[in-house]
């Protein structure tokens, strides 16, 4: 399946994005589908996912911000960020698995070009 991120750009602190990944394929609904970010100098990390049957997870620093949602009918998936920080700034990423634990490792054979997200202070 290819993937494609799309939806950043600059916003200031306090400020509102939102994300979309949009997948071609027919297998979409049977996919894990996770959000990551990469910040300059940084490694990229796991930001948010969703399971098969809708069920998201967030990382600590997402919690309460960040909601993650998906369309099987459009093969998207959603990534709304409301109160963003400048710590958020990073080139944002998504990436699909059958299995949730490569979700959870990132052991991907590839990766899109991501989305950059800038949030100023």
């Known amino acids: 399946v290819q993937l494609q991120a799309s939806g950043g750009g600059l916003v200031q602190a306090g400020g509102s994005l939102r994300l979309s990944c949009a997948a071609s394929?027919?297998?979409?609904?049977?996919?894990?589908i996770g959000w990551y970010r990469q910040a300059p100098g940084k490694q990229r990390e796991l930001v948010a996912a969703?399971?098969?049957?809708?069920?998201?997870n967030y990382r600590d620093t997402a919690r309460g911000r960040f909601t993650i949602s998906r369309d099987n009918a459009k093969n998207t998936v959603y990534l709304q960020m409301n109160s963003l920080k400048p710590e958020d700034t990073a080139v944002y990423y998504c990436?699909?698995?059958?299995?949730?634990?490569?979700?959870?490792?990132?052991?991907?054979?590839?990766w899109g070009q991501g989305t950059q997200v800038t949030v100023s202070s």
């Open positions: 990436n699909a698995d059958p299995s949730p634990f490569t979700i959870l490792k990132m052991d991907f054979s590839s």
């Open positions: 394929g027919s297998t979409f609904s049977r996919l894990h």
């Open positions: 969703i399971n098969t049957g809708g069920s998201p």
